[in-house]
């Protein structure tokens, strides 16, 4: 079942950085190397999690899956916002759901028009999706 996992995209590799970042944790071997497997063991979940949303919209409506995608899309920043409260850090949570919005409105939606108009000339969307994740 691992090697399924593994194999099922040349990215999950990323995955055995998971243990590498406990480790470093555990042995101490400062916060730069910590930092740097976490990272690495975020890609591929990113994409698992991204995955899952996916499959489970194909089994229901458009309105229904745009609220998954939107809901498990920003996991991340919901972890970081209650680990950060329940630490009384209000200055990280701002600036996380700040670089969210951000993210998710400039740089996300400015892609899209950038690689959608290079390969079409005229772009088409699904009005109800757009109005569910606004």
Same mark, same amino acid.
């Given at each position: 079942?691992?090697?399924?996992?593994?194999?099922?995209?040349? $990215?999950?590799?990323? =995955?055995?950085?998971?243990?590498?970042a406990i480790i470093?944790?555990?042995?101490e071997f400062?916060?730069?190397p910590?930092?740097?497997?976490s990272?690495?063991?975020?890609?591929?979940?990113?994409? =698992?999690?991204?995955?899952?949303?996916?499959q489970?919209a =194909?089994?229901?409506?458009d309105?229904?899956?745009g609220?998954?995608?939107?809901?498990?899309g920003?996991?991340?920043?919901?972890i970081? #916002?209650? $680990?950060a409260?329940? !630490?009384?850090?209000l200055? $990280?949570?701002?600036?996380s759901? =700040?670089?969210s919005?951000l993210?998710?409105?400039l740089?996300v939606?400015?892609?899209?028009?950038?690689?959608g108009?290079?390969?079409?000339?005229v772009? !088409?969307?699904? #009005?109800?999706?757009?109005?569910?994740n606004?």
């Amino acid at each position: 079942q691992c090697h399924r996992v593994l194999t099922f995209s040349r $990215i999950n590799w990323l =995955l055995l950085a998971m243990p590498l970042a406990i480790i470093s944790r555990a042995a101490e071997f400062g916060d730069g190397p910590t930092f740097v497997f976490s990272m690495l063991a975020l890609i591929p979940q990113a994409q =698992l999690l991204g995955l899952f949303t996916e499959q489970i919209a =194909l089994y229901t409506n458009d309105a229904i899956g745009g609220l998954l995608n939107a809901t498990f899309g920003n996991l991340t920043e919901l972890i970081i #916002t209650v $680990i950060a409260l329940r !630490k009384n850090m209000l200055r $990280i949570v701002q600036v996380s759901l =700040l670089g969210s919005i951000l993210s998710n409105c400039l740089l996300v939606l400015g892609s899209a028009f950038l690689l959608g108009g290079l390969r079409f000339p005229v772009m !088409k969307f699904n #009005t109800q999706m757009a109005t569910t994740n606004t």
